[in-house]
């Protein structure tokens, strides 16, 4: 039997901008997404791993290789997140 956690963003009301950023942030990294379905990306990402996600039960898969996937779409999330908090502190910076 698999559980999955149920993850919610620490802002309530945040999960539609992170979906968009999501959609955005991949877009930017060569995948086609769907704007509509921007959660369906990681069925491409795991085609272009060699991982065989498939929609339903997956439990063929090992942690190491789904991790491969989800890191490759939350750590490209973070960097962009990065990104934008130092453009926005630098902005910040040249108005003092």
Do not use: C, W
Not at 19 to 33: H, I, S
Not at 50 to 78: C, F, K, Y
Request: proline share 4%.
């Amino acid at each position: 039997m698999s559980r999955r956690r149920n993850r919610r963003p620490a802002v309530d009301g945040a999960e539609g901008a992170l979906e968009t950023l999501k959609a955005e942030v991949m877009r930017k990294e060569g995948f086609a997404v769907d704007p509509a379905r921007p959660n369906d990306v990681k069925y491409e990402v795991a085609e272009s791993l060699g991982v065989p996600l498939r929609e339903g039960d997956n439990g063929q898969l090992t942690t190491e290789a789904v991790g491969h996937v989800g890191g490759r779409i939350g750590g490209s999330m973070v960097r962009e997140m990065i990104r934008i908090a130092q453009e926005q502190l630098s902005k910040k910076q040249g108005e003092s």
